[in-house]
């Protein structure tokens, strides 16, 4: 069975602050995708990045990067200098062989100014 | 405009009132996808469907039912709503072709059962 465990329910840092938010995934397939999505305070939810498993090179885009280790199964999602607008909910997922995608049970993050 | 539209935005009804909720997407994807998100619960999967003849069933079905008219078009229908139908329900797409199923979501629809 698969599953997507995000266990940090809520963080809370202060602007200009490096946040991680972790993502922590299981299944028994060589062939997964892993995502992360960011649900504002709007509600809609936004695509941010997609990973295979078979790339585990890590990824930065601008603030945001992305550490993927399949040795620990984690896909762990780091925001640099955080601000106020990365306020949001966000979403790690993990799809297996293109059926079902998985979410996990969501971190709010509050970024006070 | 919008790739992923869902009709309607809000909507507040009775218990045991039916209640359709509706989702059109303009991007040309096979895969059109129903959710809902509950507070601390994420998003759970209600049905999905890979084509205008394949739908199934997802983790949480019982209480829904769905039509999928066209490619472009997958509707979600509460038979007879319940209070704890009470959630916020998103639509969702996807495109096999490049064999990496990223969704793209809708704006979703706030539904609250009296």
């Known amino acids: 069975a698969q599953k997507v465990t995000q266990a940090q329910t809520e963080i809370s840092v202060v602007e200009k602050e490096d946040v991680t938010l972790d993502c922590v995934y299981e299944?028994?397939?060589?062939?997964?995708?892993l995502f992360w999505y960011k649900q504002p305070p709007s509600g809609e939810l936004v695509f941010l990045i997609r990973?295979?498993?078979?790339?585990?090179q890590n990824e930065i885009s601008g603030r945001y990067s992305w550490n993927f280790q399949k040795s620990t199964s984690s896909f762990n999602f780091t925001i640099t200098a955080s601000q106020v607008v990365d306020s949001a909910v966000y979403f790690c997922a993990l799809n297996v062989g293109g059926f079902k995608t998985i979410f996990g049970a969501g971190t709010r993050l509050f970024v006070k100014a | 405009d919008a790739d992923v539209t869902q009709t309607p935005r809000n909507r507040i009804t009775k218990t045991g009132k039916r209640i359709m909720l509706e989702c059109s997407q303009t991007k040309g994807h096979d895969r059109m996808y129903w959710y809902r998100q509950d507070p601390g619960l994420g998003l759970r999967l209600i049905y999905y469907?890979?084509?205008?003849?394949?739908?199934n069933k997802g983790e949480i079905s019982d209480g829904y039912s769905v039509s999928r008219q066209a490619q472009a078009k997958f509707s979600l229908s509460l038979e007879s709503a319940i209070p704890n139908q009470t959630a916020l329900y998103f639509c969702a797409t996807s495109d096999w072709t490049a064999y990496t199923d990223t969704q793209y979501f809708g704006p979703g629809t706030r539904l609250t059962v009296l």
């Open positions: 469907s890979f084509d205008v003849k394949d739908i």
């Open positions: 990973r295979n498993s078979f790339d585990e």
């Open positions: 299944t028994r397939d060589t062939t997964y995708y």
